[in-house]
C-alpha cells in the first residue's frame, strides 16, 4: 500500500520538508522537487479548478466544442464574440462575476471610464466599479441584477434589464441572435449553475456566441478558475434564469448593453464609495427643500435663498458625493484625447455661465480654488429640478428661481444634468439612497431616461 500525502505528513515534524514528489515523478514530471508540511495541508483544503459537468454543457476548447464554434461563425453568429474574446478577464475575487462581467463588456464597448486605471490609461477594472455597491460588500455579498444593471448605467453603458417572466424563451433567443451578430452590443446572464449541474448557484457571465443549428450559447464564464468558457442549450440557460435568488426571493434574468449615442458624463458622476457621502444625499434630499422654504417664508429672495443653501452645504460630503473627471496633458499624451478635452473645455465654459454657478461660487469666497467646490455644489443642488421646490415653485419666488435653475442655453450642461440625475434614479432603484423610491421620484423623474 503506498502512503498517501495526508499519512506522510501526519508523521513528520512541523519544520521538516518532503520531497513528495518523488513519489509522483513518473506521472508528475512538473511537479516542484519539495513541498512543505503547510503547502501540502494548504492543497488538501484548496481547489485547482473544477471538472465541468459534461453534458449538459460543451466544454468550448473540445474538439466538439470547437465544431460548435465553426457552425456558430459560418451562419455569422460569432460577431459579438471576437469584441468580448479580446477583453475576457478571470474574475479578481470569488464573489466577483458580477464586476468581472461588467467591467469586461463595458471594454468591449469601447466606453471610456473617464478616469484612469493605472499610470496615464483609462480603462475599467474590477475595483473601478464601487457606484452603487462598496467592494468590501461585493466582496461577502456579491451582487443581485439590478444592482449590476445600476454599475453598468452609472459607468456609460445604456441598459435593458429583462427579469425572468417579462421574456418568452423565443425573446430570449431573438435578443442572444441580435448581439451575437451585431458585435456592438452584448449580453451578461444572471443565472443558476445548479440547472447546469454545476457547483455553487447564482453566477454572472456574458454570452459569447450562438449556434442556430444546435441552439447552443456560449457561456464566456468569468470563474475561469473554475470552469472554462462553454456552450449550453439556450433553453438550460433560459431555465437556470427562474431559480430564485434567495437574496431577493426573486428570479433571475439578464442585462441587454449597448453603448449610448452621446457621451454619458463629462465631468460629473455620483458615487458612494468613501464614507461620508450619505449626508450630502440628505442635505438634498431633505434639508436643502426644508430650508429654503423657510426663507421663502421669511421673505428672502431668490438669489439670498441660494446663497444661505450654499454655506449650509455639506462639502466635505459633497465632495465624496460627487466625483469630478480631471483631464490633463499627461493623461492626454500625443494630442489622443484633444477632442475629449475640447468637450471639457466646452463644458466649464457653459458651466460657468450659469447664474446658479456665479451665486454659489460668490458665497463660497470666489476665489479661483473654490470653483471645483462650487461646481459640485451646483450639481447637487441641480439633482433637484426648479419646479420642486417646495414654497418657492409657483409661488412670488418662481420666476426668479427659474432663472436661476435655467439651463436652456446650455447643451452639454443640460445633458450632464440628465445623467446626474438617471444615476440618482439608479441609485434609488438599488436602495442605496435613503427616503424610498416613493419620496424622492418627484424631484428626480425629470431627465431620466426611460426604457433604459
Known sequence: ?????????????????????????ASRPHCPAVYSRAALQD????????????????????SEGRTVFQEALDEGNTTGFFKLIEQFRTQDEPAFCGLSSVAMVLNALSIDPLRKWK???????????????SLEEVKTEGIILEQAACLARCNGAKVKLRKFGSFSLEDFRRDVVEVCTAGDEHIIVS??????????????????????????VLILDTARFKYPPHWVQLSLLYESMSRLDPET????????????????????????REPGWREAELFIRNTAPTQAQMFAASGKSGMEILVALAGMAPLDSID?????????????????????????????KEFESLPIFQ??????GGS????????RVCALLLLRGESFWPGISGGALSGEWKELWNLSKTEIVATEVQNLRFQFDQLVKVGELGGGATDLQPWYVDGVENGN
Not at 503506498?2 to 514528489?21: D, G, K, Q
Not at 426571493?249 to 458612494?272: C, K, Q, W
Request: hydrophobic letters at 30%; one cysteine or more.
Open 119 to 133: 499610470g496615464p490609461w483609462r480603462w475599467f477594472d474590477e475595483t473601478m466599479l464601487d457606484c452603487c455597491k
Open 359 to 364: 451665486v454659489v461660487l460668490g458665497a463660497l
Open 1 to 25: 500500500m503506498r502512503a498517501s500525502r495526508s499519512t506522510l505528513t501526519r508523521w513528520l515534524p512541523e519544520p521538516l520538508s518532503i520531497s513528495i514528489c518523488r513519489l509522483h515523478r
Open 320 to 348: 465624496k458625493f460627487i466625483s469630478i473627471h480631471g483631464m490633463n496633458e499627461r493623461d492626454c499624451g500625443n494630442g489622443e484625447c484633444g477632442q475629449l478635452q475640447s468637450v471639457i473645455d466646452a463644458f466649464s
Open 43 to 62: 492543497m488538501q483544503t484548496s481547489f485547482y479548478k473544477r471538472k465541468l459537468p459534461v453534458p449538459p454543457a460543451t466544454e468550448f476548447s473540445s
Open 191 to 216: 443565472y443558476s449553475r445548479k440547472t447546469m449541474k454545476q457547483t455553487g448557484d447564482g453566477h454572472f457571465s456574458p454570452v459569447g456566441a450562438y449556434n442556430s443549428k444546435r441552439d447552443l
Open 249 to 272: 426571493n426573486e428570479a433571475r434574468g439578464y442585462m441587454h448593453l449597448s453603448a449610448p449615442p452621446n457621451r454619458r458624463s463629462v465631468m460629473f458622476t455620483l458615487g458612494i
Open 368 to 375: 479661483e480654488s473654490d470653483e471645483h467646490r462650487a461646481k
